[in-house]
Nanobody, 127 residues
Framework: QVQLVESGGGLVQAGGSLRLSCAASGRTFSAYAMGWFRQAPGKEREFVAAIRWFSGSTVYADSVKGRFTISKDNAGNTVYLQMNNLSPEDTAVYYC????????????????????WGQGTQVTVSS
């Protein structure tokens, strides 16, 4: 059983920053890639960023490029999402996800390609 636990969400003013964390645990946890998605009320789940666990290569949605940074801590089985210059449009529940086997990078934005999901953390950006 793999568990993903997100933290770091909260309320922030526009232009501010937040850092989300996702801690992975489980007897045999080994991820090929981990990603962040978000879902705003009434909208579909949206890809934000992903990182390959061993190479560290990253993929970002166009909407967050230059503002968000995904990173990892191999020793701690933790992935982070540093979010800068936040806007009200970034308001959503942010979810961490893990993919256990190899997949093409072009598949990272597809939530169906991920095997495990966290419960989500709310991010609210006020104007």
């Amino acid at each position: 059983q793999v568990q993903l636990v997100e933290s770091g969400g909260g309320l922030v003013q526009a232009g501010g920053s937040l850092r989300l964390s996702c801690a992975a645990s489980g007897r045999t946890f080994s991820a090929y890639a981990m990603g962040w998605f978000r879902q705003a009320p009434g909208k579909e789940r949206e890809f934000v960023a992903a990182i390959r666990w061993f190479s560290g290569s990253t993929v970002y949605a166009d909407s967050v490029k230059g503002r968000f940074t995904i990173s990892k801590d191999n020793a701690g089985n933790t992935v982070y999402l540093q979010m800068n210059n936040l806007s009200p449009e970034d308001t959503a529940v942010y979810y961490c996800a893990a993919r256990s086997t190899v997949v093409r990078g072009s598949a990272f934005p597809d939530p169906r390609k991920y095997d495990y999901w966290g419960q989500g953390t709310q991010v609210t950006v006020s104007s």
